[in-house]
């Protein structure tokens, strides 16, 4: 439903997208991950045809969104990172002309509209949005994504302001979106939001795609030959010094400590850990964090 | 362009100048202002169409059979528009900048621009018709000012004939393309400019080049001086006063000649160098219209005459004002060309500068 083909875009001689190739099929909810910076913002500004490409092309629903764009702007909604409306009118009356603009008639946008407000918690709310909070704004964005049925919805960190309830619903609508057979693309540097709502994701590294898949497959790839070992003690520890150590985290005036190596070195983690006292010594599985994480420094030492 | 988008977001974006504090304001300060000027003008009306009564009733008498020329011509109401131009000059621009500067800025700054052009519009048809509602917006602001002033008129006892109610339309629609020039530079600078400060700035810049820095400096004593010279001198000047009468007429007739090319070549290149500058442009194509036979005896030469001549210029005049200013067409075309030109390239820049943006 979304392809990208060696998508690439060059701002002053830098690539903020790098020959970026995507293939998301429908119904899939999709998550593209990375940190601030590594170009998921740019990489959606050209699926949905805002921004022009440098080299490569997009296609949504097997359309080209460079050649087609107003094809392309049927088939999907969006919401943007820091979503806006106009502050004078009310959510209805912004659905309204978002409505219009999609050619809807009257009879469907009186249904459609107040369907949508009741769906995102909206309904009955009549100030302007111009008094409405961050989050009430990143709501009536999700009722704007939908509101033309689109085949393919596009949210660019779609929960950054949301509160507990609100992300609650925006899981619920996206999961039912996604039951319908509308494809969802999502970006977010939230690894723990995505991972909750999506199917599949893309790790995004300056501009590159370093790893894609479904979960299961990237936490098997991405954590593969990397321990964790969390060790607490009595007295502060020494700082350990091994070949296959990644990383040492210290704490609590070095009396607990997060170690990430590259072979399990729990017997050497005892034997210099003894003397101080040991009251906790275990080998973690590497969380999801770790696990993108090592993906972003492999790119980044790359 | 297709007209449903079109009217959807125009209509929205009259809505909402029209129900904006801003609108309203400087749309009750220009009907103030235009009011003001009115009943200063209709009075001033009034008072030259009493002397004109008067000339006329000495003229009818024997003694006054000699009174004739300039003297001899009904007052028009338009002379009280003349006057209202001066301050639409000014607070024209004023109206037309404040109409466009934030037109795109402020979506940028409210981020609705992205969500905007999310929906399946092209970028043409979001600037078009933007400036389509900008415009009706100023369209209104401007039909309710000169109603209000035509009521004025009636109120004060001034009721324009036919002919001058023509004129008051042309002054009218050369006013609105005055304001539509000063909004186009305005959504011009909405589109280059980052925020709607810097846009409202910059179009105060250009109101400034255009409309004060362009006309001093042309129109300065050293800048003519340096393009045509010293104006000639009159025979008298030069302290001889020995000549017979035939020698010195010749003189003086050589100096008049002399200095009606002076006059003629000084006004051509006012003429010229207004054309850069919509307010000095707009200012004579008011005066043209307000006041068609000063504007004729200017273009044509003859206010530079002497007395004599000049008198005899404005006696072979047609009575229409109307007849006058279709008589002079051919010398306004480009003035009228430059009216148009000015909004059209300026709106042209911005429609290819926002079509061509990277929306980030």
Redesign the interface.
């Known amino acids: 439903m979304i392809r990208c083909e060696h998508l690439t875009k060059v701002y002053n001689g830098v690539p903020a997208v790098d020959d970026l190739c995507l293939d998301i099929p429908e119904g899939e909810i999709f998550g593209l991950l990375g940190p601030n910076g590594a170009g998921k ?2 990489t959606i ?1 050209m699926v ?1 045809g ?3 490409p440098t080299s490569g092309a997009c296609y949504i629903d097997g359309t080209e969104v460079a050649t087609n ?3 392309v ?2 088939k ?1 909604g ?1 919401m ?1 990172e ?7 009118l009310t959510a209805e009356e912004n659905l309204e ?2 409505a ?4 809807m008639d009257g009879a469907t946008r009186r249904k459609r509209i107040p369907d949508l407000l009741s769906l995102v918690g909206l309904e009955g709310v009549t100030k302007v949005v111009g008094g409405y909070s961050k989050g009430m704004r990143q709501r009536l ?1 999700i009722a ?1 994504a939908l509101i033309n049925e689109p085949k393919a919805v596009i949210l660019d960190e779609p929960t950054a302001n949301l509160d507990p309830q609100g992300v609650a619903d925006y899981r619920r609508i996206i999961r039912e979106t996604a039951e319908n057979g509308t494809t969802v693309l999502v970006s977010s540097h939230i690894l723990s939001e995505v991972s909750k709502v999506c199917t599949s994701a893309g790790i995004l590294s300056h501009g590159k795609l370093v790893a894609s898949g479904r979960w299961e497959d990237l936490a098997r790839a991405g954590g593969s030959g990397h321990v964790i070992i969390r060790v607490e003690t009595k007295a502060p520890m020494p700082e350990f010094s091994h070949p296959s150590l990644i990383s040492a985290e210290y704490a609590d005036g070095h009396r607990a400590a997060r170690l990430v190596a590259e072979t399990d070195i729990c017997d050497a983690v005892a034997e210099a850990a003894g003397p101080a006292g040991i009251r906790r010594l275990e080998r973690d599985e590497p969380d999801l964090e770790d696990v993108f994480l090592s993906y972003y420094h492999e790119e980044a030492t790359s | 362009m297709r007209t449903g988008v079109l009217g959807t977001i125009a209509g929205k974006e009259f809505r909402d100048h029209v129900r904006s504090r801003r609108f309203r304001t400087l749309t009750a300060i220009l009907a103030i202002i235009a009011v003001t000027a009115l009943i200063d003008g209709a009075f001033a009306y009034q008072q030259n169409l009493d002397q004109y009564n008067e000339a006329q009733a000495v003229a009818s008498s024997e003694d006054g059979g000699g009174m004739g020329g300039y003297s001899s011509f009904k007052p028009s109401v338009l002379m009280a528009f003349e006057r209202m131009g001066y301050l639409l000059s000014t607070i024209g621009a004023v109206l037309g900048i404040a109409m466009g500067f934030d037109l795109i800025t402020a979506e940028k700054e409210s981020k609705s621009l992205k969500i905007l052009l999310s929906h399946p519009v092209y970028r043409d048809e979001v600037i078009t018709s933007k400036a389509m509602g900008g415009v009706a917006a100023i369209a209104l602001a401007m039909g309710v000012v000169f109603l209000l002033s035509l009521a004025v008129l009636l109120i004060s006892g001034v009721v324009p004939d036919v002919e001058e109610m023509v004129r008051i339309i042309i002054f009218g629609l050369i006013s609105f393309l005055f304001v539509f020039s000063f909004f186009a530079i305005a959504l011009f600078m909405s589109t280059v400019a980052k925020n709607s400060g810097n846009a409202l700035i910059g179009s105060l810049a250009i109101l400034i080049i255009v409309g004060v820095f362009f006309p001093s400096f042309f129109g300065n004593a050293a800048m003519t001086h340096a393009i045509f010279g010293a104006p000639p001198e009159s025979p008298q000047m030069g302290g001889v006063i020995s000549f017979n009468d035939a020698e010195c007429e010749q003189m003086w007739n050589e100096y008049r000649e002399k200095s009606v090319r002076y006059q003629m070549a000084l006004h051509g290149y006012y003429d010229l160098t207004a054309l850069l500058s919509p307010t000095k442009n707009y200012m004579q194509m008011a005066m043209a219209v307000a006041d068609p036979r000063d504007t004729a005896a200017i273009v044509s030469g003859a206010m530079f005459q002497d007395w004599d001549e000049t008198q005899e210029f404005y006696a072979d005049l047609p009575d229409s004002g109307l007849a006058i200013l279709a008589g002079m067409l051919g010398s306004l075309v480009k003035n009228i060309v430059a009216l148009l030109v000015f909004p059209a390239a300026f709106f042209g820049l911005a429609w290819v500068r926002f079509v061509r943006e990277d929306i980030r």
């Open positions: 913002s740019t500004l949905i805002l921004i022009e764009p107003i094809e702007k049927r999907i969006y943007p820091d979503v806006g409306f106009y502050a004078t002309y978002s219009k603009l999609y050619g964005g704007k």
